[in-house]
């Protein structure tokens, strides 16, 4: 089997064994908690368990002390999420999720690569692309055997600390361009960007399908972005560390590897009223 490390098609996940490939659905809707797991108990792909974002993918108990409205979870506590699912080393991992304008398989696939897992890939289009296809789901819940794993993190891949930002080369911002420029703020307490951020919206990095473009493609785009900035000087922030793992998902697959995420992004960079605060496009 050809380990997959950033995108797999619908095909290629359909053609994989099922003993060989753990399938993790991490469909959410920020607006309705519990939307994310009531569509997976309606419909999934054959073999998926599920991720909730708050529950799995974040430690939120820890929103208060300034790191973000999804604060990582530690590594402990991520490795035994993991075990719960029933993954061992020799299996392919695929995330996905609704498709276009998604949040949380991209999370999913980061912080697998945080713990040093490269075989984990996210399902190019989602759920979207995969009924699209004609492909089977199914409902039921799937009984998998728990392992035994630990999962440290690699603390050279993750920027916490809001003033290790000033060594950043290049930090990019994946938030839409309205919240970036801070024309509108739906969820945080001030609007706009830390200053000498650039603007990606990781939408950007999708077809009008919702599949990603080209890595070609990609690379040309973000090269008009990061100007002279290596990509493994870049950092990626969003609202609150999720959709920025879209741009560094999308960085990866076009071959410019390296680049980081500032975890806690502009939600735990507002967190203290004293930083300060850009508006417009610069």
Not at 20 to 37: F, K, M, N, S, Y
């Amino acid at each position: 089997m050809t380990l997959k490390t950033t995108l797999i098609d619908v095909a290629a996940l359909a053609a994989l064994p099922a003993d060989e490939v753990l399938i993790v659905d991490c469909r959410v809707d920020l607006a309705d908690r519990t939307q994310g797991e009531r569509s997976y108990l309606a419909g999934h792909i054959p073999g998926a368990v599920h991720a909730d974002l708050e529950r799995d993918l974040s430690d939120m108990s820890r929103v208060r002390e300034g790191l973000g409205r999804h604060p990582l979870p530690a590594a402990d506590a991520f490795s035994a999420v993991v075990g719960r699912w029933g993954w061992t080393p020799r299996q392919q991992v695929v995330c996905y999720d609704a498709g276009p304008g998604a949040l949380a398989a991209a999370r999913l696939w980061w912080l697998l690569r945080l713990a040093g897992v490269r075989a984990v890939a996210v399902l190019d289009g989602g759920f979207a692309a995969w009924q699209a296809a004609g492909q089977s789901v199914e409902i039921a819940v799937p009984a998998r055997t728990p392992t035994q794993v630990m999962l440290p993190y690699d603390a050279r891949q993750v920027i916490v600390d809001h003033a290790a930002l000033h060594a950043a080369r290049l930090l990019l911002d994946a938030r839409a361009a309205a919240r970036y420029r801070g024309e509108v703020e739906p969820l945080d307490r001030a609007a706009g960007h830390v200053p000498g951020a650039r603007n990606r919206p990781y939408l950007d990095n999708l077809l009008a399908d919702g599949r990603f473009k080209p890595p070609a493609q990609l690379r040309e785009e973000f090269a008009a972005v990061l100007g002279d900035a290596p990509p493994d000087q870049v950092v990626h922030m969003c609202g609150s560390g999720v959709t920025a793992c879209y741009n560094l998902l999308a960085m990866e697959h076009a071959g410019l590897h390296g680049s980081r995420l500032y975890a806690p992004s502009w939600s735990g960079w507002v967190s203290d009223p004293s930083r300060p605060v850009a508006t417009g496009e610069e």
